[in-house]
């Protein structure tokens, strides 16, 4: 009978810890697509430092996602809907997934892929370091994060049942058991759900030494939290309501960044946080102009999920700061340039016109527009979107900085619009079968204006719009003749003369 725990406390757990053996597990992906960069689960190595500060006596790391420089992240075919809880292979011939749209003629066929290394790789790895039926760990932590991977969660603790029977005590941690934690026990069945921080862990360096071959980044969280609650985000349930944020020290992130670099060699630093720039005088500037001071060493650091254009349009001297802390790229969230349709989102303290700013001041700072040093996140997919709305969308951040993230929406449990859209998710059975919610499959296609074509159309517009030619790409809004003759001839009649060969053809 699994258990769910709020608040949980590694001292709650049973048996002498100084003679505990512990496996640690992040899982396969089994996704149509899977970006590995910055794939690090930063959130089982916190755990790792922690097993080791009660003193275990022995932990082992298996990183299904782990890939080395250099090399791709492993992908093999596999079947929607399909268990490989005890099979290793996809049954044959593998089918796509098929999205349709009611009275829509077109079908987007998608294969599902598993992302990482394979189960017989994990087996082997397994029988290498001894843990066999007779010799299990005393307890096995696994981790997951999206929602919709929650399919090869339940694959991998089924197989360390069937490997190890009932003596491991299996816990299951992380995003996805956070926010449906009573999905996550009866569909994974480990023996615990941690649903919620391990508030011990929280502000623990990573723990890299599990690693055979050390990675050649590593990932920082310098604080937790945000103050606002956006309809699409799930940050507030993912910590536990928290409205105040929390930062670590300045000191503390430099030395856990100098450690890594002193130990591993690491240079490449991905800053992960709710709100990165929150506060950013008394906490992120200092410790930007920390790192750009170094002499002995250069960090180069990255922020992937993104800065609030609202709060970097604040300060020159804070984009000033990033670009001298060899901040790598620069990614502008915008939703929409409908500050009405933006306002609905529940994000009510950024407008256009911040990202306008903020664009402006990356320019500033020296990073260059137009050759993807300074991106925009474009969200789409959202419930009820209109395809006009996406496509001027579209242009004006090709316009602005030139170069678009093309951001398929997923409705997160917890969050508004997840609630807001319940009904429709639930005649569909999709809040059991989470994996149906994944952007990628245009889980919002039936009740959208857009057709198959359409939303197939809206990327391939996104992609053109960021091809580079020469470090930078066309500028459909700009100054040059081909610019102005691509515009006029737009709107002067040109398309009736395509459109009599179009015919006679």
């Not at 290793?88 to 892929?113: A, C, V």
């Not at 197989?159 to 996805?176: A, C, D, M, T």
Request: proline content about 6%; glycine content about 4%; some cysteine.
């Amino acid at each position: 009978m699994t258990k769910i725990f709020n608040g949980f406390n590694v001292d709650s757990l049973p048996g002498d810890q100084f003679q505990k053996t512990v496996l640690l597990i992040a899982p396969p992906v089994y996704d149509t697509q899977y970006w590995s960069q910055w794939s690090q689960p930063y959130g089982l190595l916190r755990i790792a430092a922690l097993l080791k500060k009660h003193h275990y006596k022995r932990l082992d790391l298996f990183d299904f996602m782990e890939v080395h420089e250099g090399n791709r992240i492993h992908q093999h075919r596999i079947n929607t809907g399909e268990s490989y809880a005890e099979r290793e292979e996809p049954s044959r011939p593998i089918q796509p997934h098929r999205i349709t749209k009611p009275g829509d003629p077109d079908t987007l066929e998608l294969f599902r892929y598993h992302f990482g290394k394979t189960w017989q790789e994990f087996d082997a790895w397994l029988d290498e370091k001894e843990f066999t039926p007779n010799r299990p760990p005393d307890e096995i932590w696994v981790s997951a994060v999206m929602t919709y991977w929650w399919e090869s969660v339940r694959d991998l603790i089924a197989r360390l049942r069937r490997r190890f029977g009932s003596k491991p005590l299996i816990i299951l941690g992380g995003i996805y058991p956070t926010l449906v934690p009573h999905h996550a026990a009866e569909f994974t069945q480990p023996d615990i759900v941690v649903a919620g921080e391990v508030a011990e862990a929280n502000d623990l360096w990573t723990d890299l030494s599990l690693y055979e071959t050390p990675p050649n980044y590593a990932i920082i969280t310098p604080s937790r939290g945000c103050p606002y609650n956006c309809a699409y985000c799930a940050q507030r349930a993912i910590n536990e309501g928290r409205i105040k944020v929390h930062f670590r020290s300045v000191d503390d992130i430099y030395a856990e960044m100098r450690d890594k670099y002193e130990r591993f060699g690491i240079q490449d630093f991905a800053f992960y946080a709710d709100f990165l720039l929150w506060d950013f005088e008394d906490n992120l500037l200092p410790l930007l102009e920390r790192i750009a001071a170094t002499k002995d060493a250069i960090f180069r650091i990255y922020a992937p999920e993104g800065l609030d254009v609202r709060f970097l349009s604040q300060s020159q001297r804070l984009v000033d700061a990033l670009k001298a802390a060899h901040l790598q790229k620069v990614y502008l969230p915008c939703e929409s340039i409908d500050d009405e349709y933006v306002r609905k989102l529940n994000r009510k303290h950024v407008k256009l016109q911040h990202f306008v700013d903020a664009a402006r001041m990356c320019e500033k700072a020296g990073f260059r527009l137009r050759n993807l040093e300074v991106n925009a996140f474009l969200l789409y997919g959202l419930p009820e979107e209109s395809v006009d709305r996406v496509v001027k969308s579209i242009l004006f951040v090709s316009e602005i900085v030139g170069s678009i993230i093309p951001m398929l929406f997923t409705p997160v449990p917890s969050t508004g619009i997840y609630q807001q859209y319940l009904p429709y998710i639930q005649s569909r059975g999709w809040d059991r079968d989470l994996h149906m919610l994944n952007g990628k499959l245009f889980p919002f296609l039936e009740m959208n204006e857009g057709s198959v074509a359409d939303y197939i159309d809206l990327q391939r517009l996104m992609f053109a719009l960021n091809t580079h030619y020469r470090s930078h790409s066309f500028q459909v809004f700009g100054e040059t003749n081909v610019s102005a003759s691509f515009r006029e001839n737009m709107r002067n009649g040109f398309e009736a003369f395509i459109n009599e060969y179009k015919q006679v053809a």
